[in-house]
T-cell receptor
Framework: QQPVQSPQAVILREGEDAVINCSSS?????VHWYRQKHGEAPVFLMI?????EQKGHDKISASFNEKKQQSSLYLTASQLSYSGTYFC??????????FGKGTHLIIQP | GAVVSQHPSWVICKSGTSVKIECRSL??????MFWYRQFPKQSLMLMAT?????????EQGVEKDKFLINHASLTLSTLTVTSAHPEDSSFYIC?????????????FGEGSWLTVV
């Protein structure tokens, strides 16, 4: 079952914040976040393994609410380099990841 | 630097011919690799799971006789698109699971653009 991402797209000015949500109708055991630039392969951002976990890298962080079966990615003080399509992936382990449809993020100067 | 390498980056082939794409894990052994396909402006769709030393597991709707997968070593998986047709033109991406990482982090190769003419 494909996770649901929202919003589908967001346009920000440089320095603004954004939140991308990922939810699943199935129980989640881990959530993987990736960013993909046009014409390139996805780049791993972070993985959240258990409910309540929060992680951060530079100004990008994420949370995982296991009970609500959802995860959120937070981009703070966005930079032009943050532009791209963000995917959350669920599953993993022995199985491949199932990705949401993606959230297109456009950062304007 | 890249931990998963994919080759070729792009390939053009004639309709009816076959093309092979290689996926290598560079600094770790990957017992499991995954092959995805991505059409323009769409999400990544899992095609198959490649398991070292055993047969690949294909997702529903993916023809195993058309998309041949071989995982001959712990660092190499290959995808061969046989009798390619224009509708097979797509971005093919492999990924490898790093069992050393928490949660079995999955890294992607650079992707291969296939154009069938």
């Amino acid at each position: 079952q494909q996770p649901v991402q929202s919003p589908q797209a967001v346009i920000l000015r440089e320095g603004e914040d954004a939140v991308i949500n990922c939810s699943s109708s199935k129980a989640l055991y881990s959530v993987h976040w990736y960013r993909q630039k046009h014409g390139e392969a996805p780049v791993f951002l972070m993985i959240l393994l258990k409910g309540g976990e929060q992680k951060g890298h530079d100004k990008i962080s994420a949370s995982f609410n296991e009970k609500k079966q959802q995860s959120s990615l937070y981009l703070t003080a966005s930079q032009l380099s943050y532009s791209g399509t963000y995917f959350c992936g669920t599953g993993g382990g022995a199985d491949g990841l199932t990705f949401g449809k993606g959230t297109h993020l456009i950062i304007q100067p | 630097g890249a931990v998963v390498s994919q080759h070729p980056s792009w390939v053009i082939c004639k309709s009816g011919t076959s093309v092979k794409i290689e996926c290598r894990s560079l600094d770790f052994q990957a017992t499991t690799m995954f092959w995805y396909r991505q059409f323009p402006k769409q999400s990544l769709m899992l095609m198959a799971t490649s398991n070292e030393g055993s047969k690949a597991t294909y997702e529903q709707g993916v023809e195993k006789d058309k998309f041949l997968i071989n995982h001959a070593s712990l660092t190499l998986s290959t995808l061969t698109v046989t009798s390619a047709h224009p509708e097979d033109s797509s971005f093919y991406i492999c990924s490898a699971r790093d069992d050393r990482r928490p949660g079995n982090t999955i890294y992607f190769g650079e992707g291969s653009w296939l154009t069938v003419v």
